[in-house]
């Protein structure tokens, strides 16, 4: 059985950081790509960051570009989101997936549960 679980979420100022984890079981995750999406209150879900399977190319979405970066740790099975610099925009709940590098939700066939990220003014 295939799982992905994130932590790390919170609230935080803005200004702030704060680092998600993605732990996953039931799959190699460096075989696959890793993306993270994020979606607010009465938004659709939208890309963050993407990790090539190798990891050799990452991609990131305008907005969260040079603030956020997007890891992994092949031995440990895990992925990470660093967010420096966060702004009141950020606030979303996170998601972690895998499966394609695409920017597009539909290319990713495993998803977590999500964590929450506020970041107050």
């Known amino acids: 059985q295939v799982q992905l679980v994130e932590s790390g979420g919170g609230l935080v100022q803005a200004g702030g950081s704060l680092r998600l984890s993605c732990a996953a079981s039931?799959?190699?995750?460096?075989?696959?790509?890793m993306g993270w999406f994020r979606q607010a209150p009465g938004k659709e879900r939208e890309f963050v960051a993407a990790?090539?399977?190798?990891?050799?190319?990452?991609y990131y979405a305008d907005s969260v570009k040079g603030r956020f970066t997007i890891s992994r740790d092949s031995a440990k099975n895990t992925g990470f989101l660093q967010m420096n610099s966060l702004k009141p925009e950020d606030t979303a709940v996170y998601y972690c997936?895998?499966?394609?590098?695409?920017?597009?939700?539909?290319?990713?066939?495993?998803w977590g549960q999500g964590t929450q990220v506020t970041v107050s003014s």
């Open positions: 990790l090539r399977w190798n990891g050799a190319n990452t």
């Open positions: 039931g799959l190699t995750f460096s075989t696959y790509a």
């Open positions: 997936a895998a499966g394609q590098f695409r920017t597009d939700p539909l290319a990713y066939r495993y």
